[in-house]
């Protein structure tokens, strides 16, 4: 901490630490000074001159800016004074007068600084008799703002966002003098994607939201704090409504998560919420069309089919969710494995994914890392807050970042940047590590290790050849990873899935191992409650609390808490499930906010005997579906959800849910208490089919009843109640989840291309066909529209012309796709987005990880 | 659209600063040389080159005046309408030069040949009226000075028939008219033929102080001209000595800047400095680098000066063959690279931060001062910033010593000063004399009285921005104290005398108005309060005016004066408030003769219906 310092506003003296801006250490103590440009995140500029301040200097009192003086010893300020108060009303006068008289009309009015701080600290009147000043007035710069340079004060916090957070300044001051306007390059668009928070930093109306546009008046709006679901960081949100509808999401700061930012899709893209297209009743199956129905009618024949199910149970399994709360998975696992007895229980990108299960050390150590190891991961793309405090470590750390990647992603231009083929990953890591070694701290660190050198020696002479690396861009890589002295290592789903990633994952963490930092070594899920199916038991080899099956003590626990037993054997894992439908071994499916079909899966799931979901909407799976049951949204019931960093924050209820959608809690509990339980207590030949207790009867109330179960079950849940998280919500210790870290030998994956030309790789991006963005009418444009991205060099050998459609085969299938040149595609691969409109990407998968062997071919 | 030999040569340039952003002026320019004008989709190119958003390119572009957002006629006019040409007669030319193309100001002849503009003051005061002429596929103008309607005819013609000429010198050729004390020092070589080439330089003994400096050792130098109290020649007279030391120990690398950016309305005199004598300038640039441990040092030279740019550089290049620049000067292990960096047409980088700005290239705003440049300035690392016309004094100071020096001028402000005496005076011209000289000396002695005899009615003695003095302080002593004491400021010692003939109402709002124009935007009260003098003093003008008025200006001026971000803003009012202070009677009968029934004015009550903005896209926009 600094030395504290004493001086002096209006003769009060305060303390604060030396160098503390006056703006601050003022406000500590209630005084609040008027500011435009100043702001708490962005560098002090000192422009607006809204919050002048006299100090005694060695010339007399003078007028300063105390957005920009530091505080000192002895300092003397007067803020109420005579000559200070006229000076800000100075300053108000003249930024009104050519301010346009819109308030009636604009989207800020009742919550503007201009306007608070013309009734606090404004004269009252005009003297202004000339015509105004005459600028652009509402014109869009990007799908998301519209701007209007009219009631535009020129303070900067915009273009200041944009470049000292977002490092994308797109947004610049044109002309000079009084002609200054902000505005962006000509045909070019803001495409930053944490563009809105600009919106909400300016303090006045010249930039709004187009996805709320007149549609509220601030002061009508109910507040909610919440969460955003987009994506598995949890930023914390305000959700306004009025009238039972979402309104507009504004961030709400928490220092441990998102600070005061949130991205475009969070804040934008809530139009899934309220779209005509949500599912309002049940629908049921009758003559081979979905029809509606009542929702007894449809939870009786879910029950009925389960029922006769379940004397079967490895015929029967359920898909949770990594987008729903930790409630609803909960009970869904405890459904399934007190009731049904099935371990047939898992998630997509669950236990599919090769993960320690914690995944990232904490969100406070973008802060504290000098080095980021990016493995797989595409940051500014999937999670570009979190992105956020990555360019902050670089821009004003200086932190480095190493990048191993098939693509040169956004990030790349922060760091170096390793390209190996897709199957190279473990050689290039044991490269690296091979490397390492060869530094004598290092090897000594890593303690014995004979055997583990001596098979990565062998297994790894010449990285560089065989990976076609450049010598200078390995040793720089190996220079970097030996001078962190805080590295941080994190990898994705593109390389944590499928055949390699396991081996994938284990070399990397042997890397870091090396170095000291095993407990820095995270995994980047996608969704926003990735973690907390995890941690709920979503899989189907682990209980709550992520406990082994074998942990027989763990077990039964859990049967003492539940009553009744819990299947012993492993189920079936996501990809599993999806197999045994296709071979028509599955006679029940329960899908709980999932959507295998619109990956490809219809085929499978065609076969299922009975197959019900829940969910939003009428997705590709529900129209397969014998039974649909129409779901709340999260803004829709309370709920709870973990995000990456193992922080459980809760999502309160802020508008009804529509039509006749219910909570999947609330629904997995009507199922529950249907459950002929009793019966089969009473059954005397209950012991004999081996189940030793009685399964408790189920009687939530509420969501948190189950969070107080989870409570009592989760053992890194412990005390997490309701009231107990709080507006900050409450993260668990990654040592509740203990590593048990050693180095391993890791077998190369076997990949082949085989006889294809290309590896494809298929990653997700932010603005996707999904609905949960796609039904948001102002991001339309965004999307990504659907092709295969080719580097030019590939392009040229195939001689293939840009825009051309092309026809794209894997293995799995085949589809039909435009031509793009993207120089971010290394030569020999092809990228084509996940989620895009007709799937493209997820058709050539057909549900396996990537990458996968591809060719393009000229259509005939 | 730029051909890959264009991007090569932007991408050579960007070479040659510490930071390449820095080339980006340059690039515009030479950009702008191949097409004509920045079209959006090459300033996007230029941006790809650099690798930096197009906002960035576009914000900077927009910022600079010698940069053309739209396309021109072959020719770019450029007419100084400013007080100093003003009071030579430059509305004459103008109405001459529209009259003559048939079109206005913004405006390109229907041939294609000539955009006539109106420009700021161009460093030409005591040679007014003055043209630049810029052919839009050169980088550099020329200036064509005294003019009159014929000469004007003449040049339209040559230019129409034979097109630009060879030479970039000053039309008449030669130095404008100077003198001074009988043993000029820093104009004593301005005469001589090929004064700018280092052989007449070094025949006069020059570079001799560089080797004495060479010989004395770094601290010795700086001790020396710590001692001589030499103060800042760019306006704000702060000891250059002083400010030299002032550089943190052991912090390196340290830039030195040279700020020619002479663009204080009346002050022309660093522009015949580098003309006609560059080495003088060269030498203090290297001597002050070496006692700064400098080791980049950088010349900011305005863009409007071709002429003087083109010299310099050829002057750089001649030091650089002798081995005064470049690796281990002068056989000392002395390294020093010096970069002439043209600016693009903004008054504000005049003003040290923003000139530092601007060097890194982007626009030019003024910087939160403190970290003051000697401890952060260029890319954050400590900077010496002086004005051509110190650092020229340098080498002197070195060859001759301070107690040499000393023996000129006042106690406090010591030494000669060039000053630059323009307006209503039969000899106009730069005038190289001891600090303390007074204005009537200055004025009736060597400036041989007024124009026509009238009586002196107003005297601005430090550039535009300082207030004006009346006629009864024509015995002040022209040194910094005094003329502080007399109620104005000596500034850049540009001289501008005024008779009866000026109306203040005219010369009020042209004074506004160049300060409204050349704002950079940044901070509320200069950005506002600017534009809304000018609308008042436009309305008066226009017969509009009420008695209220004068207070109200004087109100709005005080919030410019006390609550700006930086120096600029009293700047700019000083010269409205003095001339309300010293010539209200002359505002209030131009208002009652104007406005006799005292109209009120016509406050417009909503905006005016623009076509121009369509239907909304979206039904929420």
């Known amino acids: 901490m600094a030395d504290m310092v004493k001086f002096t506003i209006d003769g009060k003296e305060v303390e604060a630490p030396a160098g503390e801006l006056l703006v601050d250490a003022a406000k500590r103590i209630g005084i609040n000074i008027p500011v435009f440009c100043s702001h708490p995140k962005l560098d002090p500029l000192g422009a607006c001159r809204m919050c002048l301040v006299e100090v005694e200097g060695r010339r007399g009192r003078q007028l300063v800016t105390s957005c920009t003086t530091p505080v000192s010893e002895g300092l003397v300020v007067y803020y109420d004074s005579e000559r200070a108060r006229a000076a800000r009303a100075g300053t108000l006068e003249l930024l009104l007068i050519n301010h346009p008289l819109d308030c009636p009309i604009c989207d800020k009015g009742g919550e503007c600084p201009l306007q608070d701080q013309a009734m606090e600290h404004g004269n009252g009147e005009s003297h202004f008799v000339e015509e105004k000043h005459h600028k652009n007035k509402r014109y869009p710069i990007s799908d998301w703002i519209m701007l209007d340079q009219e009631r535009c004060v020129v303070c900067w916090r915009c273009i200041r966002y944009l470049d000292e957070w977002e490092d994308k300044p797109q947004l610049g001051l044109y002309h000079r003098g009084g002609e200054t306007v902000i505005d962006i390059a000509p045909g070019h668009p803001l495409d930053a994607k944490t563009s809105g928070n600009i919106v909400e930093m300016c303090p006045v109306g010249a930039l709004t939201s187009r996805v709320s546009r007149f549609s509220y008046r601030p002061w009508e709006l109910s507040h909610t704090d919440s969460l955003c679901t987009h994506c598995a960081l949890g930023c914390n949100v305000r959700v306004d409504t009025r009238l039972n509808q979402v309104k507009r999401l504004l961030a709400r700061e928490n220092p441990a998560v998102n600070d005061q930012w949130l991205c475009d899709k969070g804040r934008f893209a809530f139009g899934y919420m309220q779209h005509e297209s949500r599912l309002t009743q049940p629908l049921l199956r009758k003559n081979g069309t979905l029809q509606p129905a009542s929702w007894e009618e449809a939870l009786d024949a879910v029950t009925a089919k389960l029922v006769e199910a379940s004397k079967q149970p490895q015929r029967v399994a359920a898909i949770g969710s990594a987008k729903v709360s930790n409630e609803a998975n909960y009970l869904l696992q405890k459904f399934f494995r007190q009731y049904v007895h099935s371990n047939n229980i898992d998630f997509r990108h669950g236990s599919d994914i090769a993960t320690a299960g914690r995944g990232i050390p904490s969100i406070a150590e973008f802060e504290k890392a000098d080095l980021f190891v990016l493995f797989g991961v595409d940051m500014a793309e999937n999670i570009p807050v979190l992105d956020l405090f990555l360019k902050r470590a670089v821009n004003r750390r200086h932190a480095k970042v190493l990048l191993i990647n098939s693509r040169r992603v956004e990030d790349s231009r922060y760091g170096t940047l390793l390209q190996p083929a897709p199957g190279e990953e473990v050689l290039l890591l044991n490269g690296l590590s091979a490397a390492l070694l060869k530094d004598e701290a290092i090897a000594k660190r890593a303690g014995r290790l004979s055997g583990y050198k001596a098979w990565l020696a062998d297994m790894v002479s010449e990285p560089t050849a065989k990976l076609n690396l450049s010598e200078s861009d390995f040793g720089g890589a190996v220079a970097m990873l030996r001078r962190a002295q805080r590295p941080l290592f994190l990898y994705g789903e593109a390389v944590a899935g499928g055949k390699s990633g396991a081996a994938n994952v284990t070399a990397l963490t042997n890397l870091a191992l090396l170095l000291g930092a095993v407990d820095r070594v995270g995994y980047l899920p996608y969704d926003a409650n990735a973690q907390g199916a995890r941690d709920m038991g979503v899989l189907p080899d682990r209980l709550p609390g992520q406990i082994v099956l074998s942990d027989a003590s763990a077990v039964s626990r859990l049967q003492r808490q539940w009553g009744g037993t819990v299947p012993a054997e492993p189920g079936l894992t996501y990809l599993g499930m999806l197999q045994a439908a296709a071979q028509g071994e599955l006679d029940f499916l329960y899908v709980m906010g999932s959507d295998p079909a619109a990956e490809g899966m219809s085929e499978a799931l065609q076969k299922v005997g009975f197959l019900v979901v829940s969910d939003l909407f009428l997705t590709e799976t529900a129209k397969l579906a014998d039974v649909v049951l129409p779901a709340a949204d999260y803004v829709e019931s309370d709920g709870t959800f973990t995000n990456l960093e193992r922080r459980v924050q809760r999502a309160p209820k802020a508008v009804r849910a529509p039509g006749r959608a219910a909570p999947d809690w609330l629904i997995l509990t009507h199922l529950a208490q249907r459950w002929p339980v009793v019966e089969e207590i009473k059954d005397p030949k209950r012991k004999k089919r081996g189940h030793g207790r009685t399964p408790n009867i189920w009687s939530y109330a509420s969501p948190q009843d189950v969070l107080q179960e989870i409570a009592r079950v989760v053992p890194m849940y412990a005390g997490l109640t309701w009231d107990a998280l709080g507006d900050a919500g409450q993260q668990w210790p990654a040592e509740a989840l203990p590593l048990r870290p050693r180095l391993q030998s890791v077998t190369l994956p076997t990949l082949s291309r085989r006889s294809f030309t290309h590896w494809l790789i298929a990653e997700r991006v932010l603005y996707d066909a999904g609905q949960l963005f796609a039904t948001t009418e102002q991001g339309h444009n965004l999307i990504m529209a659907p092709a295969v991205h080719i580097n030019s060099h590939d392009l040229a050998t195939a001689s293939l012309a840009v825009g051309q459609e092309i026809q794209v085969t894997s293995p799995h299938g085949s589809v039909r796709l435009p031509l793009l040149v993207d120089e971010n595609v290394s030569p020999g691969t092809l990228f084509v987005p996940l989620g895009l409109a007709g799937a493209p990407a997820e058709q050539l998968l057909d549900g396996q990880y990537g990458p996968v062997p591809a060719r393009i071919e000229a259509v005939a | ?621």
């Open chain 2, 1 to 621: 659209m730029l051909s890959p030999e264009v991007k090569k040569e932007i991408q050579q340039v960007m070479k040659k600063y510490p930071d390449s952003r820095s080339a980006l002026v340059p690039a515009l320019y030479i950009a702008q040389r191949e097409v004509g004008w920045l079209p959006p989709e090459v300033q996007d190119e230029v941006a790809a080159l650099f690798e930096i958003e197009p906002a960035e390119v576009h914000a900077v572009a927009g910022f600079y005046n010698m940069l053309y957002k739209d396309p021109h006629g072959k020719y770019h006019l450029e007419v100084c309408t400013n007080v100093g040409c003003k009071l030579r007669g430059s509305d004459k030319i103008v109405d001459h030069l529209k009259f003559k193309l048939g079109i206005d100001f913004g405006e390109t002849t229907t041939d294609g040949m000539f955009t006539l503009d109106h420009a700021e003051c161009m460093g030409a005061c005591s040679t007014g009226p003055v043209m630049s002429v810029r052919p839009v596929h050169h980088e550099l103008g020329k200036y064509y000075e005294n003019l009159t309607p014929e000469r004007v005819d003449q040049i339209i013609e040559t230019l129409r028939d034979d097109g630009f000429p060879a030479s970039l010198e000053r039309d008449p050729a030669g130095p404008p008219p100077h003198g001074g004390m009988a043993e000029p020092v820093l104009l004593a070589r301005v005469d001589k033929p090929d004064s700018h080439k280092i052989d007449t330089y070094l025949a006069d003994g020059g570079y001799a102080a560089l080797r004495k400096a060479v010989g004395m050792g770094a601290d010795a130098v700086l001790q020396e001209v710590k001692a001589s109290g030499i103060r800042g020649r760019g306006g704000a007279g702060f000891p250059a000595g002083v400010k030299w030391s002032f550089l943190p120990k052991g912090v390196y690398p340290r830039y030195l800047v040279c700020n020619a950016d002479e663009s204080e309305p009346g002050t022309f005199k660093d522009r015949l400095l580098m003309e006609y004598d560059p080495h003088q300038v060269i030498e203090g640039v290297i001597i002050a680098s070496f006692a700064c441990e400098v080791k980049h040092a950088f010349i900011y030279i305005r863009g409007e000066y071709g002429f003087a740019y083109q010299r310099l550089v050829q002057a750089v290049d001649e030091a650089y063959q002798h081995g005064f620049l470049g690796k281990n000067i002068l056989g000392s292990g002395y390294d020093l690279e010096l970069t002439v960096h043209r600016g693009a047409g903004a008054y504000i980088c005049g003003e040290e931060t923003a000139l530092l700005t601007s060097l890194e290239g982007k626009r030019g705003h003024p910087r939160l001062k403190p970290p003051f440049p000697a401890v952060e300035g260029l890319y954050s690392k400590p900077t010496v910033i002086n004005n051509v016309e110190t650092l020229s004094n340098v080498p002197h100071i070195i060859a001759r010593g301070a107690d040499w020096y000393k023996t000129f001028g006042t106690e406090k402000s010591t030494g000669f000063r060039l000053f630059s005496l323009s307006g209503q005076v039969k000899k106009p011209g730069v005038y190289e004399l001891p600090h303390g000289t007074t204005l009537r000396t200055l004025i009736y002695e060597y400036g041989g009285g007024t124009v026509d005899d009238k009586p002196i009615k107003g005297i601005v003695p430090g550039g535009l921005s300082m207030p004006i003095l009346p006629a009864d302080k024509l015995d002040t002593p022209l040194d910094f104290e005094s003329v502080q004491a007399a109620g104005s400021m000596l500034g850049s010692a540009g001289v501008i005398v005024f008779t009866e003939d000026m109306p203040i109402v005219s010369l009020a709002k042209r004074t506004v108005a160049f300060y409204r124009d050349e704002s950079c935007g940044k901070c509320s009260p200069c950005r506002e309060g600017g534009g809304w003098l000018e609308k008042i003093l436009e309305r008066i003008e226009a017969g509009g005016g009420r008695p209220e008025d004068l207070d109200e200006m004087m109100r709005i001026s005080k919030f410019i004066e006390e609550q700006t971000f930086c120096p600029f803003g009293p700047a700019s009012v000083w010269g409205l408030q003095s001339a309300i202070r010293l010539y209200r009677d002359e505002f209030l009968a131009y208002i009652k003769k104007t406005n006799p029934e005292g109209k009120a004015p016509q406050v417009p009550v909503r905006p005016i219906f623009r076509p121009d903005v369509g239907k909304p896209a979206h039904p929420r926009d």
